[in-house]
């Protein structure tokens, strides 16, 4: 019966606060990602880090993101009721990414409230917070995430 | 180029991509991997009906497209003598939407469009250019809209 412990709808109430997820990324981390989708200068090589405006090599802000998104993924979203989500408010980078970094990822759960076209789901709306290691935030992203609603999964199951 | 060229309405049309099930996997695996973007069999069950690009994967593919477009008009640009664009870090983006999957074999056509510009107050050597970035897939359906940010170097004062 994996439907009556994956997280559901109801487990997410207004005000939860959790940091899911921790992680570190290196530079071959930062560089990798780079060379795929975001190969700038100042996230592909040291000295034009250091020549940049953030005086060394940097993340991409889209690096900060996947991170988010795995981190989301390993931390609870997999073994929920997951059905994806139809955008995202806002993202704030507030501080570059660095090598070495060890991050910490934090929901805060600021709404929740059941679909009025579908009554089978419910859609949380998260503040996620990224943290370094000096307890900076790095980046801010508001998001809604729909998830079924437990009762309607486990009659279906 | 420098933030006194870049005017709204000005249009980038930077390229399009056709989404492999290979790649759609190979991204998600590492970034996102929901039952529905890396199993088929899964995404069929699930209410996308078919494997499907994860929503981060279609928008780091424009960020891509974006970057290769803006290194080749800077290229241009310092081939024919003129000033190169100087940019400073995005302080983010805003209003995402996936109004629609991108699923395997779409292509996705991309573009950005300057919306809106302000010089910094803080900052006299660089103005902000607000953007809206879209991607349209091989039915003209919209499958990505975002706004975002960035900062551009200001026409030196002689």
């Not at chain 2, 690009?53 to 891509?64: I, K, Q």
Request: glycine share 10%.
């Amino acid at each position: 019966m994996i439907g009556s412990t994956r997280k559901a709808f109801e487990d997410f109430t207004p005000g939860d606060s959790v940091v899911f997820h921790r992680t570190r990324v290196s530079k071959e981390d930062i560089v990798d990602f780079a060379a795929d989708w975001d190969p700038q200068p100042m996230h592909l090589d040291e000295e034009a880090g250091k020549a940049s405006i953030l005086g060394g090599l940097t993340g991409s802000g889209w690096h900060m993101i996947c991170l988010l998104m795995r981190g989301m993924c390993d931390g609870f979203l997999i073994d929920s009721t997951s059905a994806g989500s139809p955008g995202v408010d806002d993202v704030r980078w507030l501080r570059p990414l660095r090598p070495g970094d060890d991050l910490s990822i934090r929901y805060t759960v600021l709404d929740a409230r059941v679909s009025n076209s579908r009554p089978g789901i419910g859609i949380v709306r998260f503040r996620f917070e990224m943290t370094n290691q000096n307890d900076e935030t790095i980046m801010v992203v508001e998001n809604p995430i729909m998830f079924g609603r437990r009762q309607h999964a486990e009659a279906a199951s | 180029m420098y933030f006194e060229d870049a005017q709204i309405g000005f249009k980038a049309d930077i390229g399009s991509h056709t989404f492999t099930a290979d790649e759609i996997i190979a991204f998600a695996s590492r970034w996102d991997p929901q039952p529905f973007h890396i199993d088929a069999d899964a995404a069929r069950e699930s209410l996308f009906g078919g494997l499907c690009a994860s929503g981060w994967h279609t928008a780091c593919t424009w960020m891509r497209l974006n970057v290769d477009d803006l290194n080749q008009r800077t290229k241009d640009a310092a081939a024919a003598g003129g000033p190169t664009p100087k940019f400073g870090p995005s302080p983010g983006i805003f209003d995402l939407k996936w109004p629609r999957p991108v699923y395997v074999g779409d292509t996705i056509t991309y573009s950005w469009e300057i919306v809106d510009r302000r010089e910094s107050a803080s900052r006299p050597e660089w103005g902000i250019v607000t953007y809206l970035a879209e991607g349209h897939n091989q039915n003209d359906d919209r499958v990505l809209s975002f706004h975002g940010r960035f900062f551009m170097g200001r026409r030196p004062i002689a």
